[in-house]
C-alpha cells in the first residue's frame, strides 16, 4: 500500500469562507425609553451600533447582522442574526446554528433583526422556500422570554409548534419568504440616519450650553444671597451690641 487514506472522522471540518465575516457597514439605532418591565427592569433611552455585511456566490448568499452595545461586551451569539440562502435548493433559512438571543432584552431588537433579514430576503428571493428550524430550551431564560420568542416570530409569519407538552422543544416553521413580515414595532426602535444623529448632538450641545448658563446665574444668586447675608449678619451683631450695651449704660444710670 503506497498510500494512507484518512478517515472522515480524521478529516478536520474546514470553516465555511464567510464564517467570520466581520460587519462592513453601520447604522445608529435607537431604543426609545420604555415603562420598566417587572421581568427585564427597566427600559431607559439607549443608541446601539448596528453592522451590516453580506456576501454572494452562485450557490449561496449571506446576510450577517450584528449589534453592539456602548462599553459592552457580548456573547458571540447574542444580537447577531444571519440570513443563509441557498441557490440550488432555493431555500432560505434565517438565524445562526448557536442560536439567537437580544441584549437588552424586551427592546425590539430580535424582531428589528428578524425584518431585516426577511426584507433583504425578499428582495430577489421571494419564492425561495424557508428552512425549518428547532427552537430548543437553552434559547430562552425564562417562560416569559419563550412567549415573548415565540410571539416575536409568529408576528414575522412565522409558526411556532411543539412536539412535547412540556413545550421543551419547539418548531419554527413558514412556507415561502413572500408569506413573512418585515414590519417591526417602530414606536420601540427607530434608525436614525447621520443628519439625524448629528442634529441630536447639537441639540444635546445646546441643552448644555443652556444649563450651565442656568448653572452659573443660579451660582451668581447664591454669592449675592451669601454676601447679603454676611451684611445682616454683621449689621444684627452691630445692632446687639448696641442694644447691649444701652442696656448697660440705662442700668447704671438707674443704678446712681
Avoid at 422556500?129 to 412567549?147: N, P, Q, T, Y
Wanted: with cysteine.
Amino acid at each position: 500500500m503506497t498510500h494512507s487514506e484518512t478517515s472522515p472522522a480524521e478529516q478536520t471540518e474546514q470553516p465555511h469562507p464567510w464564517a467570520d465575516l466581520a460587519a462592513e457597514q453601520f447604522r445608529l439605532l435607537r431604543l426609545a425609553p420604555l415603562p420598566a418591565d417587572p421581568h427585564t427592569g427597566t427600559r431607559p433611552l439607549r443608541f446601539v451600533q448596528l453592522g451590516r455585511v453580506e456576501r454572494h456566490s452562485n450557490e449561496q448568499s449571506l446576510l450577517r447582522l450584528t449589534v453592539q452595545l456602548p462599553g459592552q461586551a457580548l456573547r458571540k451569539e447574542q444580537n447577531l442574526l444571519e440570513v443563509w440562502v441557498d441557490h440550488r435548493n432555493r431555500e432560505v433559512r434565517f438565524g445562526a446554528d448557536s442560536g439567537f438571543s437580544s441584549e437588552p432584552a424586551n427592546r425590539g431588537l430580535g424582531r428589528f433583526l428578524l425584518a431585516q433579514g426577511i426584507g433583504w430576503a425578499q428582495q430577489k428571493w421571494a419564492h425561495y422556500r424557508v428552512e425549518g428550524a428547532v427552537l430548543g430550551i437553552k434559547d430562552v431564560s425564562s417562560e416569559e422570554a419563550r412567549l415573548r420568542r415565540d410571539h416575536v416570530l409568529r408576528a414575522q409569519g412565522f409558526d411556532v409548534s411543539y412536539e412535547d407538552n412540556r413545550q421543551l422543544k419547539a418548531h419554527c416553521s413558514a412556507g415561502r419568504v413572500s408569506e413573512l413580515y418585515d414590519d417591526w414595532h417602530k414606536e420601540k426602535l427607530q434608525i436614525v440616519s447621520m443628519l439625524d444623529a448629528a442634529a441630536m448632538l447639537e441639540q444635546a450641545e445646546h441643552n448644555l450650553q443652556a444649563q450651565e448658563g442656568e448653572i452659573r446665574q443660579l451660582r451668581q444668586r447664591i454669592e449675592t444671597f451669601r454676601r447679603d447675608d454676611s451684611s445682616l449678619r454683621f449689621i444684627i451683631a452691630c445692632l446687639t451690641l448696641f442694644a447691649v450695651f444701652q442696656a448697660i449704660l440705662l442700668i447704671w444710670i438707674a443704678t446712681r
